[in-house]
């Protein structure tokens, strides 16, 4: 790689994941990391490893299965958030990086680790160390660094690199930075540690979006010596969210003039198709007017717009839509599409199945496809992300049936099916209710409630229509609360939406009841483990 190409550092599933209301499963990181390859970034950050079991088995998967980018797994600066990040990104060989942070900011090192700055000096220093002993990629992030004194934060920085880390991230962790500061922040680190200047580490830079400035504040680092920004796809993230991936990518490209003629890897044409996978799979919607993804982007209303573009796009483009990944529709699949043409579709689209998937969602496909003239590729998408859900499924929908009107009283009978065993995959029990309610849907998550022996609270319930016409698959996506203090997510898609609603919610049943297990499991193994200790 040359000093003229930005390295782009993509955090989607770890700052994105921590962005409140996203929640992906496994399989489902780790088909965005096989998206975010095809577009080629340059890092994947896939997860902080320590954190929990689920988070160190995604990056494990991810950097086996992953071919291409490095494979980064975060840790605090102590021994065993590093070992475990050392063991979670082992499988992607020298492709494989430890991105290890400590705060260095005034605030944090009085309030938060009541450590004063010769410590915070010698466990950074310990830390690059330990993980330097693991892996030869390793990053080093000073966190809060845009609030810590410049002459200390040059300090920590000529001290890891000193200690062997090879790019050194300078984080606006709470989004206080302004352009102009955060660039000339960036200028006096870069001049003044002789390996920044000289290329042998680099600089990078970490964004938040909290005063709305993530991407000018990137870019302005970028100017100033920064050879790689961090991001995310939609910009999703932790509070505001980080730097959006597309906008900084997009900005560099169409404004190359300005920004020294910097380039990156980035296949721009897949923008729009990662964009889309990573909000269905998060479950985080775009705005419709966010820039380059959002789907006003490109919509012109005005009569006076729409005649200079029929004219000459440029009056009112600056960028051609098609370079981002718009205006790439295929032909919609029916009913009569062969299995051949569903996978080959899927993998247009980013999705890769084994065949045991594949053919499930063949079935899904035809049973859509005799009540829909055309399958979008948007409806083959929501099809995909049931499938991909890793949570047993152990209450299934077989019979819905549901009544109401403006004089009737709602009611709906439910029919579930109860796979005991391991996964799911044992007897099957079909139990029968009815309810009734203030709604069909309401109706429904009543009988659903009285057969599994739970009652789940609503909190959140959002319904789109996936792809276009009046028989369009509707997606209902909820947030549903049990027990008192666990919120879950649930996603599903039907042609009818009160099928659409009780899928959903029986989703966000398996869901918990399949981590309610897994709690307790390792509660219990847990206590086992103490009754064992000496
Ligand atoms: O915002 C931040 O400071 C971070 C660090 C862990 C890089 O996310
Ligand atoms: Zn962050």
Sequence with gaps: MND????????????????????????????????????GVDVIEAGFPVISQGDFDAVHAIAREVRGPVIAGLARCVPKDIDAAAAAVRPAGRRGRIHVFLATSKIHREFKLGKARREILRLAVEGVRRARDAVADVEFSPEDASRTEPDFLLQVCRAVVGAGATTVNIPDTVGYATPDEFGELIGYLHDNVPQFAAGDAIVSVHCHDDLGLAVANSLAAVRRGA???????????????????????????????????????????????????????????????????????????????????LK????????????????????????????????????????????????????????????????????????????????????????????????????????????????????????????TGDGPVHAALRAIDRIVGLQGELLEYGLRAVSQGTDALGEVAI????????????????????????????????????????????AARDRAGRRSEP
């Design 4 to 39: 003229r190409q930005v390295r782009i550092f993509d955090t989607t599933l770890r700052d994105g994941e921590q962005c409140p209301g996203a929640s992906m499963s496994a399989r489902e990181k780790l088909e965005v990391a096989r998206q975010l390859a095809v577009l």
């Design 227 to 309: 050879r790689q920004v961090e991001c995310t796809i939609n910009g999703i993230g932790e509070r505001a969210g980080n730097a959006a991936l597309e906008e900084i990518v997009m900005a560099l490209r169409t404004r190359s003039d300005s920004f020294g003629h910097l380039t990156t890897g980035i296949r721009t044409r897949h923008l729009l198709k990662t964009s889309r996978l990573v909000s269905r799979l998060s479950g985080l919607a775009v705005q419709r007017n966010k820039a380059i993804v959002g789907e006003n982007a490109f919509a012109h209303s005005s009569g006076i717009h729409q005649d200079g573009i």
């Design 479 to 522: 947030k549903v609360r049990f027990d008192g203090d666990h919120v879950v997510a649930g996603r599903a898609s039907s042609t009818d939406i009160v099928e659409a609603s009780a899928l959903a919610y029986l989703n966000a049943v398996n869901r918990y009841l399949y981590t309610r297990t897994a709690v307790r499991s390792s």
């Design 312 to 435: 000459k796009r440029e009056t009112y483009e600056i960028i051609d839509p098609r370079e981002v990944g718009w205006g790439q529709t295929e032909l919609p699949l029916t009913k009569h599409s062969g299995r051949h043409a569903v996978q080959a579709r899927l993998k247009h689209l980013g999705f890769h199945l084994s065949d045991r998937d594949l053919d499930a969602i063949f079935a899904r496909f035809k049973e859509i496809g005799d009540k829909k003239k055309f399958v979008y590729d948007d409806d083959l998408a929501a099809l995909v992300e049931g499938r991909l859900d890793a949570v047993p499924q152990t209450w299934t929908l077989d019979y819905l049936g549901f009544s109401g009107g403006s004089r009737a009283i709602p009611t709906a009978t439910v029919r579930l099916v109860r796979r005991s065993g391991e996964g799911g995959g044992g007897a099957e029990t079909p139990l029968q209710e009815a309810g």
